[in-house]
């Protein structure tokens, strides 16, 4: 059997590729569309992660990188795909508070009440850190205030642990 030298054609590919991955990482945390755009064109996968399971979509929308992550989901970016921590990107923007890229994300086939193995939604991020403009879409768009994480906690127990007084006191109301 033969194996690849340091200097063999499958060894130089495979660092090619992996130059490419990094490049989109870099480009999906600096929003670089134009970039991001070409490195899409010439196969660099629209869901490949990163060694923590964060997608480019993930950086992009967490980021705050509207153009880019527009770009990702127009490539049918998966705004499901979780990381390791089990997080959705509707979750991270909505720790955010980027009610823009929540609801492009929103459009484009993110569940409202998506979650990860936890259980937490998008919801009770919005809810314990107190983005009540996020938290306001969501429940506009049907996110269901009364749902549990796996350890029976709702987006309003967040919210009072939390001191979050706006969401609090709207979630209160319903």
């Keep these: ?3 690849q030298t340091q200097d063999s054609p499958a ?13 989109s990482f870099r480009c999906a945390r600096a929003g670089e569309v134009d970039r991001l755009a070409w490195l899409l064109e010439v196969g660099v996968p629209v869901n490949v992660c990163n060694e923590r399971g964060d997608s480019l979509l993930m950086l992009t929308s967490y980021l705050g990188h509207v153009e880019a992550t527009r770009l990702l989901l127009a490539h049918r970016a998966d705004p499901e795909r979780t ?16 009610v823009a ?19 937490k939604t998008a919801l009770m991020f919005a809810a314990m850190f107190d983005r009540l403009e996020v938290l306001e879409l969501l429940l506009a768009r049907g996110a269901a205030p009364g749902r ?8 309003l127990d967040y919210a009072r642990a939390m001191g979050a007084q706006r969401t609090q006191a709207r979630l209160a109301n319903l």
């Design 148 to 155: 549990q994480d796996e350890g029976g906690r709702t987006a």
């Design 83 to 98: 990381n390791d921590r089990g997080q959705t990107p509707l979750a991270g923007v909505a720790f955010k508070g980027d």
């Design 101 to 119: 890229t929540a609801q492009l994300l929103l459009d484009h086939g993110a569940q409202v009440d998506g979650a990860g193995p936890d259980g």
């Design 11 to 23: 060894t130089k590919i495979d660092a090619e590729v992996m130059a490419l991955a990094r490049e």
């Design 1 to 3: 059997m033969k194996t």
